[in-house]
């Protein structure tokens, strides 16, 4: 059988090789032009499998309501996990641990960290070479499953070519594809030319693309395409105790310490505090998390930059048991981001009960329901971001209040199972409402589990 492969030449597609040609190429490892590297990669991505997958028994579970029964669907989780940290580590983590989804899909799971160090959205070999071994990865595991689950932040230009390869690469495997785009620069990257032209490529190349917030749900929908939002949730039975003091006043940040998180703006902010203010002697910071996410240097020259400021402590990366201690312990917390999606940690903070500051981006404004269950300021404003940290050092009542309000807000509207419960209902659709090999599997192990009576 002979394969053929799309590759370009500038902006013009060309057939290219058979496997018999390519075996007499140079392989991957002497390739050293990045752009070759990108190329080859989308080609692959184009191949379609030849090697049919087995079968595999199914198990009938109880559907929704009516007692309806349907097949396991299996389902690849793929992104960022152990031993990085972050939103989409997070996430993953709890769909695999979750006892719900697992008696209802068979989850297997790609983790696509790269344990050396990087330079994430930079065309080098590096990153091409590791984007080229996941995207044959995914071609081959995509054989065993009926839909595929990407997790990414595909934003600026080559992350989103990246996953525009691994979602091509699912679908050549048989599966559904869900882009799940955890990112916050979607709106931004769209005033891009390059990058407009290559998100309907993305679009086009899933079944599904999923984003976390409104304002890329706007901008996604008004390239067309099959375009949901799933905002994320957190289980506030883990946040149960509150381990606040009153003096001193303990203010903590949570996340991937570097630039565009706002940490620089926040330094700025504290050292207005502490010279105009008296809270300034009273108020420490604890910083919690690493750079890795970033990329090499990211968490050093955060932490150089607050040499000269008293009261910070620069904690690294925490474990799971010790971000709930610290977010009991606090008595804010701050995210002063340049930009954000539906952060996580945001929502861990409220359901902690904890008075939270944030910069008004991203679906922020919504999550604190307009300023009622938390503090916004704008993003790039010290000046503001110090009146509120003033504000609230000096404030108790405040802080109990917006505290408490956080805290109900998370339970009404952003609670986990919520979440759980919705992606579960939209992988039955995205096969459902499917044509091809992946929801030929699982409309054939549909049809062959019992039905209840």
């Given at each position: 059988?002979?394969?053929?492969l799309?590759t370009?030449?500038?902006?013009?597609a060309?057939r290219?090789v058979s496997?018999?040609r390519?075996?007499r190429s140079?392989?991957?490892a002497?390739i050293r032009?990045?752009?070759?590297?990108?190329?080859l990669?989308v080609?692959i991505a184009?191949?379609?499998?030849v090697t049919?997958?087995?079968?595999?028994a199914?198990?009938?579970i109880s559907?929704?309501r009516?007692?309806?029964?349907?097949?396991?669907?299996?389902?690849?989780?793929?992104g960022e996990g152990p031993?990085?940290?972050g939103?989409i580590p997070?996430?993953l983590?709890?769909?695999?641990s979750d006892p719900w989804l697992?008696?209802r899909?068979?989850?297997?799971?790609?983790?696509?960290t790269h344990?050396?160090?990087r330079?994430?959205?930079?065309?080098?070999?590096?990153?091409?070479?590791?984007?080229?071994?996941?995207t044959?990865?995914?071609?081959?595991r995509a054989?065993r499953?009926?839909?595929v689950?990407?997790?990414l932040?595909p934003?600026?230009?080559?992350?989103l070519?990246r996953?525009?390869?691994?979602s091509?690469?699912a679908?050549?495997g048989?599966?559904?594809v869900?882009?799940?785009?955890h990112?916050?620069?979607?709106?931004?990257?769209?005033h891009?030319?390059?990058?407009?032209?290559?998100?309907?490529?993305a679009l086009r190349?899933a079944d599904?693309?999923v984003?976390?917030s409104?304002?890329?749900?706007?901008?996604?929908?008004?390239?067309?395409g099959n375009v949901?939002?799933?905002?994320?949730g957190?289980?506030?039975?883990e946040f149960?105790l509150d381990?606040r003091?009153?003096r001193?006043?303990l203010?903590?940040f949570?996340g991937?310490?570097?630039e565009r998180?706002?940490?620089?703006?926040?330094?700025?902010?504290?050292v207005?505090?502490g010279?105009?203010h008296e809270?300034?002697?009273?108020l420490?910071?604890?910083?919690?998390?690493?750079?890795?996410q970033e990329?090499?240097?990211a968490?050093e020259?955060?932490?150089?930059?607050?040499r000269e400021?008293?009261?910070?402590e620069?904690?690294?990366?925490?474990g799971r048991q010790?971000?709930?201690r610290?977010?009991e312990e606090?008595?804010?917390?701050?995210?002063?981001?340049?930009?954000?999606?539906?952060?996580l940690?945001l929502?861990e903070?409220?359901a902690?009960g904890?008075?939270v500051?944030a910069t008004?981006?991203g679906d922020?404004?919504?999550?604190?329901?307009g300023?009622r269950?938390?503090v916004?300021?704008?993003p790039?404003?010290?000046?503001?971001?110090?009146?509120?940290?003033e504000r609230?050092?000096t404030?108790?009542?405040?802080?109990?209040r917006?505290?408490?309000?956080a805290?109900?807000?998370?339970q009404?509207?952003?609670?986990?199972?919520?979440?759980?419960?919705t992606l579960?209902?939209t992988?039955?659709?995205?096969?459902?409402?499917?044509t091809?090999?992946?929801?030929?599997r699982?409309?054939?192990r549909?049809?062959s589990?019992?039905?209840?009576?």
């Open positions: 059988m002979r394969l053929h799309m370009w030449r500038g902006s013009r060309t290219a496997p018999k390519a075996s140079p392989s991957i002497h032009d990045p752009v070759e590297l990108l190329r990669m080609a184009y191949a379609v499998g049919r997958p087995r079968a595999r199914s198990r009938p559907g929704g009516g007692g309806e029964r349907h097949a396991t669907p299996a389902v690849l989780l793929v031993p990085r940290a939103g997070t996430f983590a709890h769909l695999r697992n008696e899909v068979e989850l297997d799971y790609l983790n696509t344990d050396r160090g330079q994430p959205g930079a065309a080098t070999l590096a990153n091409v070479r590791l984007a080229l071994r996941h044959l990865t995914v071609l081959r054989r499953v009926d839909l689950h990407l997790n932040a934003a600026p230009a080559l992350p070519l996953a525009v390869a691994l091509l690469a679908r050549a048989g599966a559904r869900i882009l799940h785009a990112t916050g620069r979607l709106e931004a990257c769209l891009s030319r390059l990058y407009r032209v290559l998100f309907p490529l190349a599904l693309f984003v976390v409104r304002p890329a749900e706007g901008a996604a929908r008004r390239f067309g949901a939002r799933l905002e994320n957190v289980d506030p039975a149960g381990l003091g009153t001193p006043v203010m903590a949570v991937t310490v570097c998180k706002g940490l620089i703006d926040l330094r700025d902010a504290l207005r505090v010279q105009c809270s300034g002697g009273s420490r910071v604890v910083v919690a998390g690493d750079g890795a990329g090499p240097g968490f020259r955060v932490k150089e930059a607050y400021v008293p009261g910070v620069f904690a690294g990366r925490l010790a971000i709930v610290l977010l606090a008595n804010i917390f701050c995210l002063p981001s340049h930009w954000e999606g539906f952060p940690s929502l903070a409220m902690a904890t008075a500051i008004s981006v922020v404004s919504a999550m604190l329901d300023g269950a938390g916004l300021v704008p790039h404003d010290p000046g503001r971001l110090a009146e509120a940290i609230l050092a404030d108790p009542g405040e802080r109990r917006l505290g408490s309000t805290k109900a807000r998370v009404a509207h952003y609670q986990r199972r919520h979440t759980v419960e579960y209902r992988y039955l659709t995205v096969l459902s409402t499917s091809g090999e992946g929801a030929s699982a409309r054939a549909a049809r589990a019992p039905h209840s009576t």
